[in-house]
C-alpha cells in the first residue's frame, strides 16, 4: 500500500498541528514561554508523533486482517495491541536516535532516561489514536460490505421485477 507524497505531507502536519496543542494543552508551555522554545518543543513532539504514527499508517493495514484471521475475538485485539505497543517503542527508539544523532541528546545515558520518559506517553497515545483509527478502518469496512451487499440484493429485485 503505497501513499502519495500528499498524503505524507498531511501526516506531517496533522503531528505538527497535534504536536503544537499537546505542548499547549499538556506541557510546561505559556504566554510567557519563548517562542524559539515552544517551537523547538513542538518539533520534537512531532517527531516523536511522527515516526510512531508512520510506523501504524504502514503496519496496521496488514497486522488487523492477519490477527483478524489468525485469532478470534478477543486475542485479535490482543495482537493488535501488542503490535501498537511495538510500534509505539520503535518509533521512540527512531525519534530517539534521530535525536541523539542531531546532537540534541548529547549522551548515550540521557538517550536511555529520554526512553524511559518518553516511553509511557507514546504507548498511551500509539494506543489510542491506533486502536481509534482501527475501530474507524473496520467500521468504514463493514459499511463498505454492507452497502455492496444491499446494491447487489436491490439490484437482482429490480432484475427479478422486471423479468416478471
Known amino acids: 500500500m503505497v501513499k502519495s ?12 498541528a497535534a504536536a503544537m496543542f499537546a505542548n499547549v494543552a499538556f506541557g510546561d508551555v505559556g504566554w510567557q514561554t519563548p517562542l524559539d522554545r515552544f517551537l523547538k518543543a513542538s518539533a520534537v513532539t512531532c517527531l516523536f508523533s511522527t515516526c510512531c504514527s508512520t510506523l501504524c499508517m504502514i503496519g496496521l493495514p496488514y497486522v488487523v486482517p492477519f490477527a483478524r484471521r489468525w485469532a478470534r475475538f478477543p ?5 493488535i495491541i501488542v503490535t501498537l505497543i511495538g510500534f509505539a517503542s520503535i518509533g521512540s527508539l527512531i525519534a530517539l536516535s534521530i535525536l541523539f544523532a542531531l546532537g ?3 549522551t548515550g545515558a540521557l538517550f536511555v532516561e529520554w526512553f524511559t520518559r518518553t516511553l509511557k506517553i507514546t504507548t498511551v497515545a500509539t494506543l489510542f489514536f491506533g486502536l481509534l483509527g482501527t475501530v474507524i ?3 468504514r469496512s463493514r459499511l463498505e460490505k454492507t452497502t455492496l451487499a444491499l446494491r447487489t440484493k436491490e439490484r437482482d429485485e429490480a432484475e427479478a421485477r422486471r423479468m416478471a
Not at 500528499?6 to 496533522?14: D, E, K, L, N, Q
Open 5 to 16: 507524497w500528499r498524503f505524507w505531507v498531511g501526516i506531517v502536519a496533522v503531528n505538527a
Open 75 to 79: 486475542l485479535d485485539w490482543v495482537v
Open 104 to 106: 540534541y541528546i548529547p
Open 137 to 139: 478502518q473496520s467500521l
